[in-house]
T-cell receptor
Framework: GAGVSQTPSNKVTEKGKYVELRCDPI?????LYWYRQSLGQGPEFLIY????????DSGLPNDRFFAVRPEGSVSTLKIQRTERGDSAVYLC???????????FGQGTRLTVV | RKEVEQDPGPFNVPEGATVAFNCTYS??????FFWYRQDCRKEPKLLMS???SGNEDGRFTAQLNRASQYISLLIRDSKLSDSATYLC??????????FGGGTRVLVKP
């Protein structure tokens, strides 16, 4: 069956531009997570959705970052006024619910030049 | 102090040897624990969940020590294909999954 799909796989953008990163979770998975991973580091938590609502957005670094999941399925991570320090791999994961295994997408590699 | 801490390694392991490493967590209310494996430039994948009584999956054994707030992973009879970064993951009451920084393992012939 289809796994977690993230698009685009790579994104190069200029400093100051706006970007959107998309995540298609596994069908039926109610929980969706966004992480950011820099080289040599573990994934850093950004936000967690349960259904349509953001259950925990404590990891969003500042107000340039925003994520939505309007219908409880696809999610979009939005970054305004990108900075070079935003360059990283952005990972999305989904799970059936509390306590279940989280499955990851292959990530979007964002490069801000 | 980070919520989940791991020795970054690398652990250089001769093929066939045993390697073990730990992960400590700071939130005593953490509810569940996992080990994920991540290969270079790939996404993390679940290796195994960690149960209170400890559990084994083939050559891999995971242990949980709630009193000292750490989990461990032991790999027996290491294979070249075990070379990877092993990520410790802790789930808190609100279902947030927190990752450690990873422990890099290099198995050499």
């Amino acid at each position: 069956g289809a796994g977690v799909s993230q698009t685009p796989s790579n994104k190069v953008t200029e400093k100051g531009k706006y970007v959107e990163l998309r995540c298609d979770p596994i069908s039926g998975h109610t929980a969706l997570y966004w992480y950011r991973q820099s080289l040599g580091q573990g994934p850093e938590f950004l936000i967690y959705f349960q259904g349509t609502g953001a259950a925990d957005d404590s990891g969003l670094p500042n107000d340039r970052f925003f994520a939505v999941r309007p219908e409880g399925s696809v999610s979009t991570l939005k970054i305004q006024r990108t900075e070079r320090g935003d360059s990283a791999v952005y990972l999305c994961a989904s799970s059936e619910g509390a306590g279940a295994e989280a499955f990851f997408g292959q990530g979007t590699r964002l490069t801000v030049v | 102090r980070k919520e989940v801490e791991q020795d970054p390694g690398p652990f250089n392991v001769p093929e066939g040897a045993t390697v073990a490493f730990n992960c400590t967590y700071s939130n005593s209310a953490s509810q569940s624990f996992f080990w994920y494996r991540q290969d270079c430039r790939k996404e993390p994948k679940l290796l195994m969940s960690v149960y209170s009584s400890g559990n084994e999956d083939g050559r891999f054994t995971a242990q949980l020590n709630r009193a000292s707030q750490y989990i461990s992973l032991l790999i027996r009879d290491s294979k070249l294909s075990d070379s990877a970064t092993y990520l410790c993951v802790v789930r808190a009451a609100g279902n947030k999954l927190t990752f450690g920084g990873g422990t890099r393992v290099l198995v050499k012939p």
